[in-house]
């Protein structure tokens, strides 16, 4: 069974840098994208990274040149270094895997969750 654990929340500064980190583990021979989310106060769930399997990123543009997602397939870990962080980055992070393969054992398309880490800059 698949399992998500995020670390690396806390409190910054606007300006400063957080870097978060996603273990997973129950990942067998199967494929994921990894991808994070976060979720602020009172708003929807939004992605904020994801990575597929061959490395290959996508940003949204409101954290494009600020955060950079890094994934190591030999540990199955993904990081997120978030940059010039601003009030707004304000959230819980959420690191999620999605079977991007078919095959014995593979659901693609199911998706798990973290249970999340928490992050909150000040101004």
């Known amino acids: 069974q698949v399992q998500l654990v995020e670390s690396g929340g806390g409190s910054v500064q606007a300006g400063g840098s957080l870097r978060l980190s996603c273990a997973a583990s129950?990942?067998?021979?199967?494929?994921?994208?990894m991808s994070w989310y976060r979720q602020a106060p009172g708003k929807e769930r939004e992605v904020v990274s994801s990575t597929e399997g061959t490395g290959r990123t996508r940003y949204p543009d409101s954290v494009k040149g600020r955060f950079a997602a890094s994934r190591d397939n030999a540990k199955n870990t993904l990081s997120l270094q978030m940059n010039n962080l601003r009030p707004e980055n304000t959230a819980m992070y959420y690191c999620?895997?999605?079977?991007?393969?078919?095959?014995?054992?593979?659901?693609?398309?199911?998706?798990?969750w973290g249970k999340g880490t928490l992050m909150t800059i000040s101004s």
């Open positions: 129950g990942f067998g021979s199967c494929t994921y994208t």
């Open positions: 999620k895997a999605t079977t991007s393969t078919r095959g014995p054992g593979c659901h693609y398309g199911m998706k798990r």
